[in-house]
């Protein structure tokens, strides 16, 4: 029996394969993030390490890396890091895995100058800290219920040379806020409790439900925000929130009810509802 030790190909099929078994959606694409993983290298250079001999410690991280994975842990959670809007944020089980679709509610907030932001629910503070890195200038505010969330969302900003302009607070939505804001954003939680058995074994049974679901209808977080944001957004602030795609327009009535104006539903890039903003009128 030969103890040659296998390449990082062979190492790479045999994973694929593993993967394929475990009935994950997408091996080859986790197969090539978790060997980049184990190498120590950016996923895009794991085609020029192919054909080299595979460490034993980085076959014995690849191996565990597999078998969080095959156990249905999200790449992002083995990893620790997720990219979003061309940086790389620290992520763990006590917050989302920040997604492309969230994308869609930072373009939205760079159309227009701001200088104050409050972000509700930060999570992994992916949205506030993209939107100040994207704007020198602006200052923000982040909370969260979760004093393990933000610990990760501090973290980030120090990670990305944020933390002189951005501020966290720990509570329930609007409770530790004081002043106003001319931004603010939240990509709350949403789905309903009848949804949460439909959810994919990565999000069920690896991501905090506390920032999955609010229960019920899954509108009472947007009733909460819909409710404060109006004492906290200055004349002509914009509020905007992330939504499910059946949410939209229950959202956008909400926030007509608390007197917000100029309401618009806005689609992700897969055409469905996902963005809900409104202005305090002036």
Known sequence: ???????GAEAFRAAVARLTGAGVPDPARDARLLLAHALGVTPDRVMLALQDPLSEDAAT???????ARSARQPVSQITGRRHFWGRSFRVTRDVLDPRPETEGLIAEA?????????????????ILLTLLAERPLAQGL???LSPAALAVAQANAATLGLGARARFAQGSWFDPVVGSFDLIVSN??????AEMAGLSPEVLEWEPHLALTPGGDGLDAYRAIAAGAPAHLRPGGRLMV?????????????FAAAGLAEIRVLPDFDGRDRVVAAIRPA
Do not use: K, N, W
């Open 110 to 126: 760079l159309r227009a100058p701001f200088s104050e932001v409050l972000d509700l629910g930060t999570g992994s503070g992916a």
């Open 1 to 7: 029996m030969s103890d040659r030790a296998i390449t």
């Open 142 to 144: 982040a909370t969260d």
């Open 188 to 193: 709350p939680p949403y789905i309903s409790a």
């Open 242 to 254: 992330e939504i499910g795609p059946a949410q939209g327009a229950d959202v956008a009535a909400l």
């Open 61 to 67: 991280l690849f191996d565990a890396a597999l078998a």
